[in-house]
């Protein structure tokens, strides 16, 4: 039996409900037999911060460090909480950006998928959903406006002024190109270049990354198309997309429209990969409107176990059985709040817990 080590950051508002459930499938699958899991939690983001006053502490880092992989929840406060702590602690500047950074965890996962069993879950028309939605996003996730030069003061008129830079340099852009790629190899073998050449220098140096990659994938049809244009497309048509690579920030916005046509951000599980270590969470944000309540759907945390379990352990069968799990329960008639369509059986977070665990045992 191989023994896996987890760092378990619940992170904050509904973070800690989800996590919860992502422990019970985990110990499902122990007990299937051939897994076995050490769970050091530890604390991020703005509960972090509250404790040590650090939003990223030490020691959390030393646990991640030591852990196989890392499966996080939602960070994030209210805008009245975040207000009160030093921007530089906020969760997602003092947490969340550090972690991508340490781990250079460059290349971001986030699957826009939703089966044919599920696919009255979209707010899209039947006709356009067809037998469900299947698409990978890939964001390239440490580079861009998000890691570039900022900086902000008055200028010689006395007018404040920002400034933020986005920055790319042909390595950064070449690796996650050849990841999306080898992943559209994989697929259908479509690759959808999001990018906006018409404005942007960045992009344009972007696409010519992309033209020297794509000589090694020549089996790979490549498609390009500008964000906006990405944006419309997503929704009147998802079905004419299978992979689609995208810069740090496109990828940010443009993985939400996928939640919203999926009817939930909370159907969003993603992975975060680095060269030597990856993290897992789901895509959407720690819902403190909601936190404390029990009805956090935690589709997009256990779905992050299933990434983790074939991502970082090369586990293909257990995914497959969380995955199935995970349809399942909805296809029997449950759903929880968020997805609360007409004749289904909401369920709170740990009931749908409990029905993934009781089929993982089936
Ligand atoms: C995401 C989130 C983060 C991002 C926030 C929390 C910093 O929205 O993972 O998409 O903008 O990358
Ligand atoms: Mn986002």
Redesign the pocket.
Known sequence: MKKYKIALLPGDGIGPEIAQEARKVLAAIEVRGQMEFECAEAAFGGAAYMQTGRAFPEQTMEICDAADAILKGP??LSKEEADQIPIDEQP?RGA??PMRRRYDTFANYRPVYLPKGLAHFSPLKAEVVGDGIDLLMIRELVGGLYFGHKERGKDDAGRRYVRETLEYDEVQIARILHVAFGEAQKRKRVLHNVHKSNVLLSSVLWNQVLEEVAGEYPQVEVRHIIVDAAATALCLDPRQFDVMVMENMMG?IL?DLGGGILGSLGLMPSACVGPDKAYYEP?H?SAPDIAGRGIANPYSMIGSVALMLETSFGRVEEARAVWSALEGVFADGYATADLAVEGATVLDTAGFGDKVVERLRA
């Open positions: 960070i994030g997602e969340l950006l940010d993985s895509a944000g």
